[in-house]
Structure formats: C-alpha cells, structure tokens
C-alpha cells in the first residue's frame, strides 16, 4: 500500500504502479471505511454543482408520460407550503436575521438537488444544501451508528461542507416511503451568534478554523421525530445565546413539518411516483432553459476584475479574477487568476459558498421568473483552483468569506447586463451593480436584562440597489441576497440589547453611484452602548480605500465607507445637559469635532470586537449601487431634485453632473448647463489618448512595491500570481504559479507596529543620544 494516496475519505486513489482488481478495490475500500479516522468534506461532493443522475425510482416516475398540469398543482402546493413555513420562521424565530426575512426553506430531491424554495428569502442559504444531503447518503444512510429513518432530522453549519457561512444552521429532514428516501425538505436561518472568537458569528479577528465557532458537520440531532437532549446540549454550550440555539432549531423543525404535511398529502392524493416525477421534472426542466437561454447570448467573453482592500485586519488588494465565456449553449466562469488565500485572515470562501452566490445572481438578477432550482447553475462550467481565497483549503478561516462570495455574485450580476444588452428577449432589467459588501454593526455582550448575547443589526439589508437603463436605483432597498428583506425596527431591537441606534436611516449625501441614472443611496448610523457594563461592537467591512462597487456603462461605483468613531466621551451625558447638541451627523461630527475631550478617529471598516464605554459613538453608512451611463446625460431636473432634498451638494452639482442653477430658486439654467456639458466634452477629448498610447502609458509590469497585492496582474498572465510574503528580512514580493506560492501568513499587525515604533526610537536615540547624555 505505500503506492497508494489514501484519503481521509477512507478511499484508495491507485497510482500507475498499483493495479488492483475491482474485487480487490472493493476490500480495500471496504477495509479503509471501518478503519476510517476521520471524515472530511468529500471533494467529489463538494466540488460538484450538476444535477445528480436520476435515482431509479426518478427514472421510473418520469419513464412515465406525467401531466405537466398535474406537476404545475404539486409544485403550487409546495410553493404556498414553503412561503407559509418560512413566515413561520419569520414571526417565530429568536434571531434578527429570522425576524428580518435572512432565511429560506426548500423542497430537494432524493439526491439533494433543490427543487422549489420560499419565493421570499436567500436563495443562496438552499442553492448550497445539496452537499451535505449527499455527504448524509453517502457516509450516513448506510452508516450502522447513524441511519435515516422516518422523522429523523439533521442539523449542520460548516461551510466547508456545504453552508453560506457558519452563522447560518440548517434543518434537513427526509421525506421516505417504505424504507426509501424520495425527497428531502431543509430550512435554513441566519442565527448570528454560535460561539466564535468574536460575538455575532462573523468574526472578522478569525486566523484559524477553530476561530469560526461551532462547525457542525451533517449530524443528526432529532430522531424519529424526538430532539436529542445530548446533542442540543453540547449545541447550546457551544455559543453565548443557549436560548437562541434552542428556539430556532424548534421553529425550524415545526417550519419543516408543516411542508412536510402539505408533502404527505400530496403524496397520499397524487401517489409517489407523480409526486417524485414533479419535483425531479422542475430540477430537469430548469437547467433545459437555462441551456437554452445561454444559447441566445452572443459569443464573447466579459471580464469582470474585482479587489478587495482588506483582511479586515490590515489594508491589502486582493483580486478576484473573473472571466464569463458564452460560446453557443456554453457558459464557462473561469477564477482563474483569483488571489491566493491567506492562511490566517478570516476572509476566505470555500468554493460551495462562491457557487451559492453564483447561484444568487442567476435566480435573482438573471432570469427569476424561473424555479428556484439547482438546474439553473448545473449547465454553468465554473474553473477555478483550490487554493485561492474564493476556493480555499480545508485549513483555512472562512469567518468573513462573504468577502469573497459576495464577489462572485457581482462577477455575474455585472457579466449578465453587458451579455445580455444585445438579447432580444430579455428576462430582467439591464441593472448596474448592487452594493456587496456588509455595511452593519455586529454586537454582543450582556444585555440590560443580565443575558449575554451576541448578534447582528438588520442594516445589512438596506444596500442601495444598481441603477437601471431606465430609471435610478432604489434607496437603501435590500440585500444583493434577498429581494423582500427587512432593515428591522430599532425601536424592537431596543427592547432587547443595550444600545441606542442615535441616528438610522438617514440618507447620507452625496452617497450615490453618479450616472445618467444614480445608484441607490445609503444611509448613515451611529450607535452608542447603554446601561450595560459590558458591551462592545465590530465590524466586518472592506471598501474604505478602494469602491466595492463599480457602475455600468460609463456610470460611476460607490464611494468608499471608513469607520468612525468619537471615543472618551458620554453622548447620553452631552445631550441630558444640553439638547442642541443632539444634532448627529458623520460629517458634522468629524468635521467639526464638537464633543469636547473626545478622541476623533477613522479606521477601515474591519474592526475587531472593541469594548464601548457608555455613550461612545460609533458610525459607519450603508453602501450605494451603481451608476449607469453617462453622467453628462442625467436629466438636470433630476439633479435639482437630488439638491433641493440635500441627496448630493452643490460642488456634485457643478462638478460632477455639470448644471448651472439659479441658487435660490433652484431653477436650472438651460444654457449655463448646456455650455459646462460641452466644455467637458471637449476636455475629455483633449485628456484622451488612443487606446494602446494609453495601456503604453497606464500599464506596469507588477504594482506598486509599497502595495501588498495578490492575484494575477495584466491580462494575459492569470497562472502566475503576485503575492506578499513576510521573513526575517520584511516584506517580499513573489510569483509564481498557485502550485508554487509559498503558504501566505499575514503578520501580526500589533507586533509590525511596535516593531517600527522599536525602529523609529533605535533613530532617535542614534541621532539625539549625545544631546540627551550632555543635558543629563
């Protein structure tokens, strides 16, 4: 056996020199299973999106000639059975992200492949639940200490096995018929908190796996219908809200069984078989459209070059690679180029979670009027490395991989508007980009009531929305990753932990992607603890140097988001003394510093859990969607309108969109306007260069020294990377291809920063040490 390359799996991968017979293959194997140390996620599974063959009991169903209008009545049954569970979970559900729509339930096949979801909810959350069904058919089905029997169900959280995110818990329960699975049913929510380094469930300080908090792979914890108190208990000791983890595996177990009624009935009318044939026709179905609308897009390729500005740790430009190749009913996503990951920085995606957004953006921008279906991402060929930081190893911290996933639903959602310009028939709004990243505040500590909690604000779901070819984009309308969200009631939230949204909702100005149409605005928030002795918040954001999002066809991105916060001070106090002094706005605040002896700082949106005084003010905004078109097209009436309602200042006026106005009345000047458009044109003409003058001019061999970079550079180099890495000697520069790249560990940032302090004291001393020695 010193030939062989044993998995953890517990299969025998031969090398050319062991030849084994199928018999002697399946002993090997079979020995390999019992003696088996340790199971991880199986890469067969988890790197698998297609559709999985047909069972055969799906063979025999669909051998059949099944009444499509008889399938149209299972599958509108289960639609109202699913909206109905998931407005159980919205009205029973303990977490915010319950009350405020983060989750979703589904109807799956035999094989895991989802067939009907909740029209309301993520998406994303059932797109990715095939693989722990198929890791629970194949290690558990038949696993003697485990099994599937009626009423069983099963719980997990790990993404590397197939989940968002770890702050999300899934609920999946079989649906069976003498002794044979024929179906599954899952419900999944957004918890929040489940016991990582930082409170919330997010952590953005993560280094390691064990880091994330709780990583449930597939196990089951209800049995035959029964909650198993051993397994809930160790749930429960296993994150800071024990309540929390209770209530919601109940509201997701009562969710499941009430689909799981409307299923039964269905069965009980309709028999197996149709029942089995409709779900597995609308998986079947769907991926038959989705070839057949690949197939109207024009031949080209679209690349659609994305970086992030964070570890959420320190400042970086992290690529994320993406080239969408439509050659006749062919549609190829190629992240090849995609940085390498960081080993000890929190934002890394397993490549289930970057598929789920994938999956995202096709149900919820591309074509959703479809089912929401695994058929509509199984004819996509996605190419992508292990080992970047959208597909990264077992190994790696994923606390904050939504910096990574949500990158590939812009890849998409950007890639489709220009694919899709030309089509003739088209099944959505040609749409700028959507806001993507997580503009919020995550809190946690103990409440006014003595609990100790950890959890999220409902911000998240106000991102501005991309501007259309038609229209501006909608204010702080939803989350890229659920249409009918809620931003949640403060006023709620106030009931429950100890702080004060000070300012919410308000539009900050000037906070737009500009084009001919805008892009939704984003509001500001500024938060302060209150009657808790400890109480902290966090962060978990990039975009403070570099826009997350871009515009559309000549329509600006969003402007970057800093952090700010007024430390040493007590609001509660300032404004119990003096009233006038509640008037609270970021810019105000910062630039006119009124609180005296407050400490005035701005940071980049990744910060750790820091621990708030009372009344200490932390503020951030809420992100804006891009621009579409030509700013020198925006209807000037329009741009008055912005003015007068104080969305954009005066200097956004003028320099910006170019209109000349009457100040008082607002009245626009049509030939002051006319004559500052033309000026720019023609200064645009004079400050334009033919194109390849331009790319001789603009285009560098490697980036700055001084900017720690990773990914590929240039256009035609996406197998070798660039990369930082640290030693003995500092920073240093290296390429190569993903196989040849070194293990990228950041350093720790509080040890480079004392060490230059050291260096900056060592000069000091060498430059001034006789002066000091003569005045002493």
Same mark, same amino acid.
């Given at each position: 056996m @010193?030939?062989?390359?044993?998995?953890e799996?517990?299969?025998?991968?031969?090398t050319?020199?062991t030849?084994?017979?199928p018999e002697?293959q399946?002993?090997?194997n079979?020995?390999?299973n019992?003696?088996t140390?340790f199971?991880?996620p199986?890469p067969?599974?988890?790197?698998?999106?297609q559709i999985a063959?047909?069972?055969p009991?799906?063979e025999?169903?669909?051998a059949?000639?099944t009444?499509?209008l008889l399938?149209?009545?299972?599958?509108r049954r289960l639609?109202?059975?699913?909206?109905?569970?998931?407005e159980m979970?919205?009205?029973?559900?303990?977490?915010p992200g319950a009350k405020?729509?983060?989750?979703?339930?589904?109807?799956y096949t035999?094989?895991?492949?989802v067939?009907y979801?909740s029209?309301?909810g993520v998406?994303?959350f059932s797109?990715v639940?095939?693989?722990?069904?198929?890791?629970i058919?194949?290690y558990w089905?038949?696993e003697p200490?485990?099994?599937i029997?009626?009423?069983?169900?099963f719980?997990?959280?790990?993404?590397r096995?197939?989940m968002v995110h770890?702050t999300?818990?899934?609920m999946l329960?079989?649906?069976m018929?003498?002794?044979?699975?024929?179906a599954?049913?899952g419900?999944t929510i957004?918890?929040?908190?489940n016991?990582a380094c930082?409170?919330?469930?997010?952590?953005?300080?993560s280094?390691?796996?064990?880091?994330d908090g709780?990583r449930?792979s597939p196990?089951k914890i209800?049995?035959?219908?029964?909650?198993?108190r051993?397994?809930l208990?160790?749930l429960q000791h296993?994150t800071?809200?024990?309540?929390?983890m209770l209530?919601d595996?109940k509201v997701k177990?009562?969710?499941?069984?009430?689909?799981m009624?409307?299923?039964?009935?269905?069965i009980?009318?309709?028999?197996v078989?149709?029942?089995v044939?409709a779900?597995?026709?609308?998986?079947e179905?769907?991926?038959?459209?989705?070839?057949?609308?690949?197939s109207?897009?024009?031949?080209?390729?679209?690349?659609v070059?994305?970086f992030?500005?964070?570890?959420?740790?320190?400042?970086i430009?992290?690529?994320?690679?993406a080239?969408?190749?439509?050659?006749?009913d062919?549609?190829i996503v190629?992240l090849?180029g995609t940085g390498?990951e960081?080993?000890?920085r929190?934002i890394n995606?397993?490549?289930a979670s970057?598929?789920a957004?994938?999956s995202?953006?096709?149900l919820?921008y591309w074509?959703?009027?479809?089912?929401?279906s695994t058929?509509?991402?199984?004819p996509i060929?996605?190419?992508?490395?292990?080992? @970047?930081?959208?597909?990264?190893?077992?190994d790696?911290?994923t606390g904050q991989?939504?910096?990574?996933s949500f990158?590939?639903?812009?890849?998409?959602q950007?890639?489709?508007?220009?694919l899709q310009f030309s089509v003739e028939?088209?099944?959505?709004?040609v749409?700028?980009p959507w806001?993507?990243?997580?503009?919020n505040?995550?809190?946690g500590?103990?409440?006014?009531?003595?609990e100790?909690?950890g959890?999220?604000?409902?911000?998240?779901n106000?991102m501005?929305?991309?501007?259309k070819?038609f229209?501006?984009?909608?204010?702080a309308?939803?989350p890229?990753?659920?249409?009918m969200a809620?931003?949640?009631?403060?006023?709620?939230m106030?009931?429950?932990v100890?702080?004060?949204?000070?300012?919410?909702?308000?539009l900050?100005?000037?906070?737009?992607g500009?084009g001919?149409y805008r892009?939704g605005?984003g509001?500001?928030?500024?938060?302060?603890?209150?009657?808790?002795?400890?109480?902290g918040f966090m962060?978990v954001t990039s975009?403070a140097k570099f826009s997350s999002v871009g515009?559309?066809?000549g329509?600006?991105?969003c402007?970057?988001y800093?952090?700010?916060?007024?430390k040493?001070i007590?609001?509660?106090?300032?404004?119990?003394k003096d009233?006038?002094?509640?008037d609270?706005?970021?810019?105000?605040i910062m630039?006119?510093q009124?609180?005296?002896?407050?400490?005035? @700082?701005s940071?980049?949106?990744?910060l750790?859990?820091?621990i708030?005084?009372?009344g200490e003010?932390?503020m951030?905004?809420?992100?804006s969607?891009?621009?579409y078109?030509d700013?020198?097209?925006?209807?000037p009436?329009?741009?008055m309108k912005d003015?007068?309602l104080?969305?954009?200042?005066?200097?956004v006026?003028?320099n910006?969109?170019?209109v000349a106005?009457d100040a008082?009345?607002?009245?626009v000047d049509?030939e002051g306007?006319e004559?500052l458009r033309a000026?720019?044109?023609?200064?645009?003409?004079t400050?334009?260069k033919?194109?390849?003058?331009?790319v001789a001019?603009?285009?560098?061999d490697e980036?700055?020294e001084?900017?720690?970079?990773y990914g590929s550079?240039?256009?035609e180099?996406d197998d070798?990377?660039?990369?930082t890495?640290?030693?003995?000697?500092?920073?240093?520069?290296v390429?190569?291809?993903?196989d040849?790249?070194?293990?990228?560990n950041?350093?720790n940032r509080?040890?480079?920063k004392i060490?230059k302090?050291?260096e900056r004291?060592?000069?000091?001393?060498?430059?001034?040490g006789?002066?000091?020695?003569?005045l002493?």
């Amino acid at each position: 056996m @010193t030939m062989t390359d044993i998995h953890e799996h517990g299969h025998v991968h031969p090398t050319p020199e062991t030849h084994l017979t199928p018999e002697e293959q399946e002993w090997v194997n079979a020995f390999m299973n019992d003696t088996t140390l340790f199971l991880g996620p199986d890469p067969e599974i988890m790197r698998e999106h297609q559709i999985a063959a047909r069972t055969p009991l799906e063979e025999q169903a669909l051998a059949k000639d099944t009444d499509p209008l008889l399938a149209d009545r299972i599958r509108r049954r289960l639609a109202g059975a699913l909206d109905e569970a998931f407005e159980m979970c919205e009205s029973m559900g303990a977490a915010p992200g319950a009350k405020w729509a983060d989750l979703s339930v589904a109807v799956y096949t035999a094989s895991g492949d989802v067939s009907y979801m909740s029209n309301r909810g993520v998406i994303a959350f059932s797109a990715v639940l095939h693989h722990p069904i198929r890791h629970i058919m194949k290690y558990w089905k038949d696993e003697p200490t485990v099994g599937i029997r009626p009423g069983d169900g099963f719980f997990h959280n790990d993404a590397r096995f197939g989940m968002v995110h770890n702050t999300d818990q899934s609920m999946l329960v079989p649906v069976m018929r003498d002794g044979e699975i024929i179906a599954w049913v899952g419900a999944t929510i957004h918890e929040g908190e489940n016991g990582a380094c930082e409170p919330g469930g997010m952590p953005s300080g993560s280094e390691t796996p064990f880091d994330d908090g709780l990583r449930g792979s597939p196990m089951k914890i209800v049995e035959e219908g029964k909650l198993r108190r051993d397994l809930l208990t160790f749930l429960q000791h296993s994150t800071r809200d024990p309540k929390l983890m209770l209530a919601d595996i109940k509201v997701k177990m009562g969710a499941v069984k009430r689909v799981m009624d409307i299923v039964d009935r269905s069965i009980d009318e309709y028999g197996v078989e149709t029942f089995v044939g409709a779900i597995r026709m609308t998986v079947e179905d769907v991926e038959q459209e989705v070839r057949r609308r690949i197939s109207e897009m024009p031949d080209g390729t679209v690349t659609v070059n994305q970086f992030v500005d964070s570890t959420l740790k320190e400042n970086i430009l992290i690529k994320f690679a993406a080239k969408i190749t439509v050659k006749g009913d062919r549609l190829i996503v190629d992240l090849r180029g995609t940085g390498p990951e960081i080993i000890n920085r929190a934002i890394n995606s397993p490549l289930a979670s970057t598929k789920a957004f994938f999956s995202q953006a096709i149900l919820s921008y591309w074509w959703p009027d479809l089912p929401r279906s695994t058929g509509a991402l199984s004819p996509i060929e996605i190419l992508s490395d292990e080992g @970047t930081w959208a597909d990264c190893s077992y190994d790696a911290p994923t606390g904050q991989n939504l910096q990574a996933s949500f990158r590939a639903f812009t890849a998409l959602q950007t890639a489709y508007a220009k694919l899709q310009f030309s089509v003739e028939e088209k099944y959505a709004n040609v749409l700028a980009p959507w806001f993507n990243q997580i503009n919020n505040f995550l809190w946690g500590g103990t409440t006014q009531h003595g609990e100790q909690v950890g959890n999220l604000c409902a911000d998240l779901n106000g991102m501005g929305g991309g501007a259309k070819a038609f229209r501006d984009g909608e204010d702080a309308v939803a989350p890229l990753f659920c249409a009918m969200a809620d931003t949640g009631e403060q006023e709620v939230m106030e009931e429950e932990v100890p702080f004060l949204q000070l300012v919410s909702k308000r539009l900050v100005r000037d906070n737009q992607g500009f084009g001919k149409y805008r892009g939704g605005m984003g509001y500001e928030m500024i938060v302060a603890a209150r009657n808790t002795d400890s109480w902290g918040f966090m962060t978990v954001t990039s975009g403070a140097k570099f826009s997350s999002v871009g515009g559309l066809f000549g329509g600006y991105g969003c402007p970057t988001y800093p952090l700010t916060m007024v430390k040493g001070i007590n609001i509660y106090d300032i404004i119990k003394k003096d009233p006038t002094a509640f008037d609270l706005s970021i810019e105000r605040i910062m630039n006119e510093q009124p609180f005296e002896g407050g400490k005035y @700082t701005s940071y980049h949106m990744g910060l750790q859990f820091d621990i708030a005084q009372e009344g200490e003010l932390y503020m951030i905004s809420q992100g804006s969607g891009g621009g579409y078109g030509d700013v020198l097209e925006r209807d000037p009436e329009a741009v008055m309108k912005d003015l007068q309602l104080d969305r954009i200042s005066p200097q956004v006026a003028h320099n910006i969109y170019r209109v000349a106005w009457d100040a008082e009345t607002f009245v626009v000047d049509v030939e002051g306007t006319e004559e500052l458009r033309a000026a720019e044109r023609k200064a645009r003409l004079t400050r334009g260069k033919p194109y390849a003058e331009f790319v001789a001019e603009f285009v560098t061999d490697e980036p700055a020294e001084d900017l720690y970079y990773y990914g590929s550079w240039g256009q035609e180099n996406d197998d070798q990377l660039l990369a930082t890495v640290w030693n003995h000697q500092g920073p240093q520069r290296v390429r190569g291809t993903l196989d040849e790249m070194p293990i990228i560990n950041m350093p720790n940032r509080h040890v480079v920063k004392i060490a230059k302090l050291e260096e900056r004291i060592k000069e000091l001393e060498q430059k001034h040490g006789e002066t000091v020695r003569r005045l002493a």
